[in-house]
């Protein structure tokens, strides 16, 4: 079987590594394929190195490495240089990198000096974390530079600034006006992105940030269309509870684009495409076109990683039902 997955960060890979769970523990589909398409537009340059927090999270955590208690960076690492750096007066200090994630943003950086593709550089990445031993690839969305900007309100006017700056440094608390992917009406599909959604036998949007994750890789031009065209049904799980995000800012996000903060509201994003909807059961069933909208039988909440692979093996489910 092939599972094609549209993923941002924390929720997307804690989901994804719930859903590789899921597959490993059913004998008729523990050698399906799984190829995953990562958001690249909080990708961000910091220090002089190119930094992607989406495919680094879903790189360490899918490859047993990631800092299970924060979510995103690396188990047991250390911060010695951003404590050089700091005592330099080199900012920002508001992003952390430690020191044994520093090796993945030079070796990055290196590469791309080399000439190297993010397609291929994720997948040399890849190998080191035992990825494509668990059959999973993992393919970031576009090899164009994307940058996502929120345009925030300041005393003295509109200010554009990096969405990174925004979430990390100021928390979300900024009043925001929109958010802009620079570069991203100029982008194309990484390769293998576009054939990945259309020959899948099943497509899944995990809980990421529908605005700012998968938001964003639905803007490179050509993945939406792959969508609305594919045979395999598109299963997508509610990343709201009861009009409240699982994690993070998803609401303040779907204020900015005048979007409800609720399931409903965010399906109604995919609702050109979408075929199934998985949902928290406060939220219930609702009527949305001719998408399935599914409650699931508990809170959609990841607390630990059986949980997260029963949630995926329910959206798994969904997705088996919509193809018969």
């Not at 092939?2 to 890979?13: P, V």
């Not at 949007?205 to 598109?234: E, F, W, Y």
């Amino acid at each position: 079987m092939q599972i094609t997955a549209l993923a941002g960060g924390i929720g997307g890979a804690r989901f994804l590594r719930g859903l590789r769970d899921a597959l490993d523990a059913d004998p008729a589909l523990a050698q399906s394929d799984l190829t995953v398409i990562a958001n690249t537009g909080d990708d961000i340059t910091l220090f002089g190195l190119r930094v992607s927090p989406d495919v680094d999270t879903l790189l360490y955590t899918l490859g047993g490495g990631n800092n299970e208690a924060q979510g995103w960076g690396r188990d047991q690492d250390s911060y010695t240089i951003m404590g050089e750096l700091s005592a330099y007066g080199v900012g920002p200090q508001w992003f952390g990198l430690g020191d044994k994630d520093l090796g993945t943003h030079i070796a990055r950086s290196l590469w791309l000096g080399e000439g190297a593709t993010p397609t291929q550089i994720t997948a040399r990445l890849a190998q080191r974390w035992g990825l494509p031993d668990q059959h999973i690839r993992l393919l970031p969305m576009s090899d164009s530079p994307v940058e996502t900007h929120v345009v925030v309100t300041r005393e003295h006017g509109p200010e554009a600034i990096h969405f990174q700056q925004w979430w990390v440094g100021e928390r979300a608390q900024t009043p925001a006006e929109r958010f802009i992917g620079v570069g991203l009406d100029r982008a194309a599909a990484a390769p293998g992105v576009l054939e990945a959604i259309r020959e899948a036998d099943l497509v899944i949007l995990p809980p990421s940030n529908p605005v700012v994750s998968i938001g964003i890789i639905l803007g490179v031009p050509g993945v939406r269309d792959a969508l609305r065209g594919t045979a395999a049904p598109v299963v997508g799980v509610s990343p709201i509870i009861g009009g409240k995000p699982v994690r993070g800012h998803a609401d303040t996000c779907l204020t900015v684009v005048g979007a409800d903060a609720s399931a409903k509201g965010v399906a109604g994003l995919y609702a050109d495409f979408l075929d199934g909807w998985l949902v928290d059961p406060d939220d219930g069933a609702f009527a949305l076109g001719s998408t399935r909208v599914v409650p699931y039988d508990a809170p959609l909440l990841m607390s630990d990683r059986p949980a997260a692979a029963r949630l995926a093996r329910a959206a798994l489910d969904l997705g088996l039902d919509l193809r018969e």
